[in-house]
């Protein structure tokens, strides 16, 4: 069992920027791999941003790609976003997610394939 929790949300105005963390805590493996999403008032929740934490193999969703940057501390079970160049287009709840299984091959960009979220962080940007 994995539990994880956000920090680092906040009111931001366009051009600036910020950093969320997601700490982890419970057993993780090889397999261990995490990802953000985030859900903007009256819409979907969609995919950020994925890292398979053995490899480093990150993938980005093309909104962010460029502006956002994933990163990681393994001896803090950490991962970090750090979002620049926000745009009023980018405030949402960003939640953290977690699998045990993340398979090779290929990215996890679905909701179905995490198995553990946090609650969610507000990021609000200004125009």
């Known amino acids: 069992q994995v539990q994880l929790v956000e920090s680092g949300g906040g009111v931001v105005q366009a051009g600036g920027s910020l950093r969320l963390s997601c700490a982890a805590s419970g057993q993780t493996n090889s397999d261990y791999g995490m990802a953000w999403f985030r859900q903007a008032p009256g819409k979907e929740r969609e995919f950020v941003v994925t890292?398979?934490?053995?490899?480093?193999?990150?993938y980005y969703a093309d909104s962010v790609k460029g502006r956002f940057t994933i990163s990681r501390a393994n001896a803090k079970n950490t991962a970090y976003l750090q979002m620049n160049s926000l745009k009023p287009e980018d405030t949402a709840v960003y939640y953290c997610?977690?699998?045990?299984?993340?398979?090779?091959?290929?990215?996890?960009?679905?909701?179905?394939?995490?198995?553990?979220w946090g609650q969610g962080t507000q990021v609000t940007v200004s125009s």
């Open positions: 890292l398979h934490w053995s490899s480093g193999r990150i």
């Open positions: 997610a977690a699998t045990d299984y993340y398979g090779s091959g290929h990215y996890y960009t679905r909701e179905y394939q995490y198995d553990y």
